[in-house]
């Protein structure tokens, strides 16, 4: 039989450490046999962003605009130990964070769930996909300790230089402040990209934050996503049978305890933070994560949540064999080849990606597994394999699917 052919190309980009190498693995071993893989290939690992000055990230950035789907394997964010060890000319700010401000975007995770591993949440049947607002807040912040007696307050000038006065707090001893802010237009485009995902994924939505305590800032959150809902998206909901709900963030999290799941909870961008590693843990495994950022404009990331697990790059350096998880970055792939199929009109791209999805599960529920998974599954008989051997699995049961 011939390779499904590709009209248009996928945004490729290569990482780091233990998981360029899986990188390589997956396509040699589950994607080139099956498909004429048409990418345009980034190299992002951190050697190749030093001898570009880490253009090359914002090519990639600027290819996905071009084509509107890429995929992209783990990086190394740098920080002082990774610039001697990599002899940088500079501490290149991460690559995540460098193409979400090119796409302006939302990032979805979503946990993938196979039998034998049972989220800790009894409740949980369904994935619950977290959708993190990734600007502002108290990420970009400004604070000052306050040595003793004295008043802090809020002022804004506008253009004219004409002022307008908050008080925070008069303080009669030792103390601190923070100050934080968010854009209406990023709101806008966080909304934006929550409604389309819902709709795209044909999930409810829900949103969360604290308007009854902070009447300003949180309910400007609020309002923004009912003003654009009801303007935008309320008839495509309907229409659908889905639900947009607005709740309060205790709220939220009470009711997530005792949910199904199968929903998208929006989260501002702290509480998204922390959420999203409480969801991840309680469903397994951060190997076992997907994640996509989603644009409002209609462009599309897909990657895996986790880092370029860096441990084990040194054992296989050492030339020792490892049993990294390559699952969340396969599915990185096979997201981005069903997002490419849908929007070229190519399904039997869409179906392969879904065979790809479906392959993987059955090897983990055959009980032939990485050492990750064996050690949280409650199968009892259990086989576990080294990365290569374990895709390699997954190549025999998609031949036959
Ligand atoms: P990591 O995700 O690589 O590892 C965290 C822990 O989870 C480690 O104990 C690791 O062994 C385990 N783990 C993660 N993925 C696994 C997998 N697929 N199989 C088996 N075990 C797995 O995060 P880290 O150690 O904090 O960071 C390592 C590097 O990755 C850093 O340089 C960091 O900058 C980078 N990073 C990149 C991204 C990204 O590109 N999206 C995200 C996070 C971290």
Redesign the pocket.
């Known amino acids: 039989m011939g390779k499904i052919q590709m009209a248009t190309p996928l945004v490729e980009m290569d990482?780091?450490?233990?998981?360029r190498i899986?990188w390589g693995w997956i396509k040699e071993e589950l994607l080139s046999p099956f498909l004429d893989l048409n990418t345009e290939y980034y190299d992002l690992g951190l050697k190749y962003r030093d001898e570009t000055n880490d253009k090359v990230t914002l090519a990639a950035a600027e290819a996905i605009k071009k084509y509107k789907v890429g995929v992209?394997?783990?990086?190394?964010?740098?920080?002082a130990a990774?610039v001697e060890e990599y002899h940088l000319k500079e501490m290149y700010k991460?690559?995540?964070a460098t193409i979400r401000s090119c796409l302006d975007g939302t990032v979805f995770r979503t946990p993938i769930l196979v039998k034998g591993i049972e989220p800790c949440v009894k409740s949980w049947k369904k994935p619950i996909t977290i959708a993190r607002h990734a600007y502002g807040d108290v990420y970009k912040n400004a604070e000052m300790k306050i040595p003793g007696a004295g008043r802090v307050e809020l002022v804004y000038t506008n253009e004219k230089g004409e002022e307008t006065r908050e008080l925070v707090q008069e303080f009669q001893e030792s103390g601190i402040v923070q100050g934080i802010h968010n854009l209406t237009s990023s709101i806008e485009s966080f909304a934006k990209s929550c409604f389309s995902y819902a709709l795209d994924c044909h999930e409810d939505l829900w949103f969360s934050s604290k308007d009854t305590i902070s009447k300003k800032y949180d309910h400007t959150f609020k309002d923004i996503f009912q003003e654009i809902y009801e303007a935008e998206y309320k008839e495509k909901f309907e229409k659908e049978n889905l639900t947009y709900f607005y709740t309060l963030i205790d709220d939220a999290v009470a009711r997530i305890m005792k949910a199904e799941g199968g929903f998208i909870w929006a989260c501002k961008n702290y509480d998204g933070d922390v959420m999203s590693d409480m969801v991840s843990s309680a469903f397994g495994?951060?190997?076992m994560m997907t994640?996509v950022l989603v644009s409002p404009k209609g462009y599309f990331e897909y990657?895996?949540?986790?880092?370029?697990?860096?441990?084990?790059y040194y054992q296989y350096l050492e030339g020792k064999q490892?049993?990294?998880?390559?699952?969340?970055?396969i599915f990185a792939w096979s997201g981005a080849l069903r997002k490419r199929g849908e929007l070229d009109g190519n399904a039997e791209l869409e179906q392969f990606a879904d065979k790809l999805e479906q392959a993987v599960l059955k090897v983990i529920e055959s009980g032939k597994m990485?050492?990750?998974l064996a050690a949280i599954t409650t199968d009892t008989s259990v086989t576990v394999l080294n990365?290569l051997d374990f895709i390699k699995e997954i190549r025999k049961e998609l031949e036959v699917i």
């Open positions: 990482g780091d450490e233990m998981t899986l992209k394997c783990a990086t190394i964010t740098p920080n990774r991460s690559p995540n495994s951060l190997a994640s990657e895996a949540a986790h880092g370029t697990v860096q441990r084990h490892t049993s990294t998880n390559p699952v969340a970055t990485t050492k990750d990365s």
